[in-house]
């Protein structure tokens, strides 16, 4: 093609490679055909990002030798693994392991118009993997290198001083690292028409005081930070590697980890793990070890995977790893224990005037327990997994919303207006997480129990009570159906969110407790089984295991401020 190779990305030696598997037995000239097809398409949509940083120690994994050695190995290039790869290769030789491909060039990540584009990318190479757990949420987690912070809505807050000291953190380290992070992937969210409305309406609605602009997570109402930039284009935590030491960094990409490999010495008790085994795309397998028995192992695979890699290994609850032929190696019946998500209800706000497109700006933190947030002037419907191509639902769409009818027959469908979400802070029920079977590219079996903790249904009731409030306020009059009733919006919202679980025929305000239990949704902020204390000791090395270490939200009993993505890369760093 006669491009220099600067400007031939991984994902695209990566499509080479394949497109090499999938000619053998086409005539030449077709297979040529083809090949030529799906390079041209590649590099004209997009291979490589505007932004893309080039990175030189960013290589796919079919490439990799059989066998290397390393100082750290680890297992996830993720919210927390990124910062901390970048971080360990001032000084050693380190080692990543993506399961994903790369976000540079993949415009659902990098553009904000096409945010929620990213949640319905449902191809086996896409950045997001779908799994509906056990209590009928459909919910995602990343694949993709820079993690969760590539396929979320973007907004930056900070732990709480209260939060920091309950973890057993150095402040002045957290806040340094903090620092770290800000400087490559933090901006201060400039609220658009709807969004500055509604700051001011959680403030009529009791949510005060009014903090302005601020990382710092505070009671009240405040604008926060967020990882897109003032021209709408996304940084994400695969930015921080930028940090690195390039000669000392290792990252392959589409490397799925099938094992930790642990050794115990004769007559020892205690477990070491000494490297792990991993298989590129094409199913080769390639083995990682630690250079000399030193270093450490450490999983950032996040709070489906850490936990999931743990029993795969041979560590977990031993009837069940029995069950499914795993050789137990240490029984630890508390890995997979203490799952939450924080249940998420949501009330659709259409509105008669346009509406500017926004991310989360505007968050409003409440004692109680709760917080408010929204997104503003996307196509929200496909962000609720909602089928705009059918048209019992499309149907139900009004006030502000259009149904257009194509040639197919198709109802596309579109949202004028803004989406506020409450978010219970701290839930009390717990779930736990199984695995389904020894597939490490399958999603285990994960069960929340979404409000099985009455406390949890009180303060979702009394979230919605605020956004009421807020939804009802003088600031946001001009942006309001006059004619639209709450129960009205609430019976709307219910009839076009969509998750598997029961639901009774109507909601209005008098039933905000069944709402909150039927129509609850994820925020994808779940976390939990490898708790510390638990699973992990303070310094989040696995309890009764040399050389391993689990970093990442699997580790939090709760999700630290309004939104954990700025912390799990701080806690990275």
């Known amino acids: 093609m006669g491009l220099p190779p600067s400007l031939l990305c991984v994902e695209l030696q990566y499509c080479i ?19 030529l097809t799906q390079l041209s398409l590649l590099f004209f949509f997009g ?7 080039n990175y030189a120690f960013v290589k796919h994994s079919s490439g990799a030798p059989p066998v290397s050695y390393h100082d750290y190995i680890v297992v996830g290039g993720g919210t927390a693994g990124c910062p901390m790869a970048a971080t360990l290769s001032e000084g050693f030789d380190v080692l990543v392991l993506e399961r994903g491909g790369s976000p540079y ?20 190479e896409g950045p997001v993997q779908r799994f509906v757990s056990e209590d009928g949420v459909i919910n995602s987690r990343a694949r993709v290198l820079g993690g969760g912070s590539c396929i ?5 807050s900070r732990a709480s001083a209260q939060e920091v000291e309950s973890m057993g953190w150095d402040a002045r380290q957290v806040r340094e690292a903090y620092e770290w992070v800000e400087e490559v992937v933090a901006f201060e969210a400039r609220p658009v028409n709807w969004t500055a409305a509604l700051k001011d309406a959680l403030v009529e609605a009791g949510l005060t005081p009014d903090n302005g602009f601020t990382y ?12 897109f930039d003032p021209t709408g284009h996304r940084h994400t935590a695969a930015d921080l590697l930028r940090y690195a030491n390039p000669r000392r960094l290792t ?3 589409r490397a799925t980890v099938h094992r930790i490999l642990l050794q115990k010495k004769r007559g020892g008790s205690r477990a070491r793990a000494h490297g792990v085994i991993y298989k590129d795309a094409l199913g080769k397998k390639h083995r990682a070890y630690l250079k000399g028995g030193a270093g450490e192992v450490i999983l950032a695979a996040g709070a489906l995977g850490s936990p999931q890699l743990l029993m795969l290994s041979g560590i977990g609850p031993a009837d069940h790893l029995k069950s499914l032929g795993i050789k137990v190696v240490m029984d630890q019946p508390l890995v997979g224990q203490g799952m939450s998500d924080n249940p998420t209800n949501a009330v659709l706000s259409p509105s008669p005037l346009p509406v500017d497109l926004a991310s989360v700006q505007v968050v409003g933190v409440s004692p109680l327990g709760f917080y408010v947030e929204h997104l503003t002037g996307f196509n929200v419907l496909p962000a609720l997994s909602i089928d705009t191509t059918n048209p019992r639902q499309a149907s139900q769409v009004f006030f502000g919303a259009s149904a257009v009818d194509d040639e197919s027959g198709t109802i596309g469908v579109t949202f004028q207006g803004g989406l506020i979400v409450e978010k219970v802070a701290r839930p009390l029920s717990r779930g736990y997480l199984k695995l389904k079977n020894r597939n490490p590219s399958e999603n285990p079996s994960v069960t929340f129990n979404y409000f099985a ?7 979702c009731v009394e979230s919605l009570k605020t956004i009421q409030r807020a939804i009802q306020s003088e600031a946001l009059a001009k942006y309001r159906y006059p004619d639209l009733t709450i129960d009205d919006l609430v019976d709307i ?17 008098t039933n905000l407790d069944q709402y909150c239990k039927d129509v609850v949704l994820t925020i994808w902020h779940f976390h939990g089984g490898c708790l510390v204390g638990q699973v992990v000791d303070r310094e989040n090395r696995v309890l009764g295991v040399d050389a391993l270490r689990v970093i990442d939200g699997s580790t939090f009993s709760f999700s630290p401020g309004t939104n954990p993505q700025a912390t799990v890369m701080m806690m990275g760093r």
């Not at 490679?17 to 090949?35: Q, S, T, Y």
């Not at 291979?47 to 940083?53: A, G, L, M, T």
Request: with cysteine; hydrophobic share 40%.
């Open 453 to 459: 903790a009455p406390e949890d249904v009180e303060v």
């Open 47 to 53: 291979c490589c990002d505007r932004d893309d940083p």
């Open 152 to 156: 979320n809505a973007g907004f930056y």
């Open 17 to 35: 490679a394949i497109g090499n598997i999938a000619i053998i037995g086409i005539e030449m000239e077709f297979a040529w055909l083809v090949l």
């Open 493 to 509: 919202s219910a009839n076009l969110i969509v998750n598997e679980r029961p639901r009774q025929a109507t909601y209005n305000s």
């Open 216 to 227: 710092e997570h505070l009671n009240g109402t405040k604008i926060g930070g967020s990882i």
């Open 105 to 124: 060039g993949n415009l659902n990540i990098s553009n904000l118009a096409s945010m929620v584009d990213n949640l319905g990318d449902l191809s086996p």
């Open 251 to 253: 990252v392959l990409l």
